[in-house]
């Protein structure tokens, strides 16, 4: 079954905290992608990845890690840089050659 | 200006009707285009994409795009109440391979 998976579905940081989100997919993509979408707002882009090892920042990086060293998986840190972390966060994949992106279930992300 | 410009709505049509949703574009969004419709909390998914002007259709929907006027539109045939949901627009960051995406037009349709 082929697709992106994200966990948790649900998560909850401490003040202090880092926490780590998941996202693996199987469709064989290259490029990977991080969005975070605030409620009644549009989807920005916290970073993104053409190839294993190499990432590049978004409009809304700061606060955020990334590592890419497989090519299935692209996990996201929220490091307790980032001062307002609430937010539903959606991973994506895309295909370069036809440029369409797919995004996984996302992980409701919230403060304690 | 925005990069990817949507009225955020809400736009409410009968079911049954025609629902017409538009997106304008700046210089820096290159001539892929893209429709997604997003339920409350749930990820967005992928309905439509068009590359080259014109009209594109498929099933009860249909893509049109106009670059002289940068823009880029989405008609719903045949409305359902299962329709009622965010639709975003994205297009193609030029030179790179991100996407823009505007926020999004809520579509109410009602029975």
């Known amino acids: 079954d082929g697709g992106i998976t994200q966990s948790p579905k649900y998560l909850f940081r401490k003040e202090g905290q880092n926490v780590t989100l998941s996202c693996e997919q199987n469709?064989?993509?290259?490029?990977m992608y991080w969005y975070r979408q605030d409620p009644g707002q549009g989807l920005r882009l916290i970073y993104y990845s053409q190839i294993v090892n190499d990432f590049q920042k978004g409009d809304i990086a700061e606060g955020y890690s990334v590592s890419r060293e497989k090519k299935e998986s692209f996990p996201l840190t929220v490091t307790s840089a980032q001062k307002n972390p609430t937010a539903f966060y959606l991973c994506?994949?895309?295909?370069?050659?036809?440029?369409?992106?797919?995004f996984g279930s996302g992980t409701q992300l919230s403060v304690l | 200006q925005k990069e990817v410009e949507q009225n955020s709505g809400p736009l409410s049509v009968p079911e049954g009707a025609i629902a017409s949703l538009n997106c304008t574009y700046s210089?820096?969004?290159?001539?892929?285009f893209f429709w997604y419709r997003q339920y409350s909390g749930k990820s967005p998914e992928l309905i439509m994409s068009i590359y080259s002007n014109g009209d594109k259709e498929d099933g009860r929907f249909t893509a049109q795009l106009n670059k002289a006027s940068q823009y880029v539109s989405l008609l719903i045939r045949d409305s359902q109440p299962s329709d009622s949901a965010t639709y975003l627009c994205?297009?193609?960051?030029?030179?790179?391979?991100?996407?823009?995406f505007g926020t999004g037009t809520r579509l109410k349709v009602l029975a």
């Open positions: 994205a297009g193609g960051d030029s030179g790179t391979y991100k996407y823009i």
């Open positions: 994506a994949s895309g295909d370069l050659q036809n440029e369409k992106l797919f």
């Open positions: 210089d820096r969004v290159s001539q892929s």
């Open positions: 469709l064989n993509h290259d490029a």
